[in-house]
């Protein structure tokens, strides 16, 4: 239960970073904005699995916060490209 919970959270606030450093206006509420970050993390996780010995997971890390929001970004990037 605790897990659900602190990734709702770092889904929230990666979300609303990614939303704050992406140049223009994003409309989107509060759900969206969680299943954002929560999508950036997947994405960056799945792409920096491969380049990782132990795969995916391994806890939290700076860098994968990082990546998460670089994930998030694309992915605000992608959905406007494709809308």
Do not use: K
Request: charged share 5%; glycine share 20%; aromatic share 8%.
């Amino acid at each position: 239960m605790i897990n659900i919970i602190s990734t709702i959270v770092v889904g929230l606030i990666v979300g609303v970073l990614a939303r704050f450093f992406y140049p223009g206006a994003v409309d989107m509420g509060l759900l969206m904005t969680i299943l954002l970050g929560i999508g950036g993390s997947l994405l960056a996780g799945l792409v920096t699995a491969s380049r990782r010995p132990g795969g995916i997971g391994g806890g939290f890390h700076q860098a994968g916060f990082f990546a998460s929001l670089l994930g998030a970004i694309v992915l605000i990037f992608l959905g406007r490209l494709l809308l």
